[in-house]
């Protein structure tokens, strides 16, 4: 089945480190890819998506670019910095109905 | 706020209570999604719900769970007879009508359930 499988947290980095966060899927047919941010006590925000392979979603200094070849959409900032910790999740949308979510990598960036 | 509203942020219910979570999705949004976050895990889809009809009810559980989205007013979901195991997160999100897949669901903040 349909699935997204990201980097197991926590990351802990410093303060203006370079970011990498991997997320590979599966799916059958052609999905529109996200990464959504989660920070603490609050709901999901959408941070960037690619809805086609070659496809790169920017936002906020972060990128990832949607790989079709190695089914891969991982999720980079050149300078962290600690306004930046929270969960990241990787999320495909394939029809109508549902996104399936990676299962979130917690990120702290010390001073 | 124009966002995804949900109410309330917090709940708390004894073993055996119903628990009633309501989502008001963003103004033109007549797609509304639920989903659900166990602590320290993934959100899981449960429920996808346009005016009045259910369109993909997948990830419900099949006893106790049940969701509506009437023609007026919020989305509902109701857990009956609640037990600690419904202790969770519970988001809302929604999405325009239209060529859904490349529409990114905008979430609520979601509502904490506490089961003592």
């Known amino acids: 089945g349909d699935s997204v499988t990201q980097m197991e947290g926590p990351v802990t980095l410093s303060e203006e480190a370079f970011l990498t966060i991997n997320c590979t899927y599966t799916a059958t047919g052609y999905p529109s890819l996200f990464w959504y941010v989660q920070y603490p006590g609050e709901g999901l925000q959408l941070l960037l998506k690619?809805?086609?392979?070659?496809d790169k979603g920017s936002n906020k200094g972060f990128e990832a670019t949607y790989r079709k070849e190695t089914t891969s959409f991982h999720l980079e900032k050149g300078s962290v910095q600690v306004s930046d910790s929270a969960v990241y999740f990787c999320?495909?949308?394939?029809?109508?109905?549902?996104?399936?979510f990676g299962s979130g990598t917690r990120l702290s960036i010390r001073p | 706020n124009a966002g995804v509203m949900q109410n309330p942020r917090h709940l708390v219910r004894r073993r055996g209570q119903e628990a009633r979570l309501r989502c008001s999705p963003m103004?033109?949004?007549?797609?509304v999604y639920w989903y659900r976050q166990l602590p320290e895990e993934g959100l899981k889809f449960m429920v996808y719900l346009q005016k009045e009809n259910i369109i993909d009810e997948s990830g419900m559980p099949k006893e106790r769970f049940s969701a509506e989205f009437p023609k007026e007013g919020p989305s509902i979901l109701r857990i009956q007879q609640v037990v600690r195991g419904d202790s969770a997160a519970y988001f809302c999100?929604?999405?325009?009508?239209?060529?859904?897949?490349?529409?990114?669901?905008?979430f609520g903040d979601g509502t904490r359930l506490s089961i003592l």
């Open positions: 999100a929604s999405s325009p009508a239209g060529r859904i897949s490349n529409q990114p669901q905008h």
């Open positions: 999320a495909l949308n394939l029809r109508a109905s549902k996104i399936i």
């Open positions: 690619a809805t086609k392979a070659d």
């Open positions: 103004k033109g949004h007549s797609h």
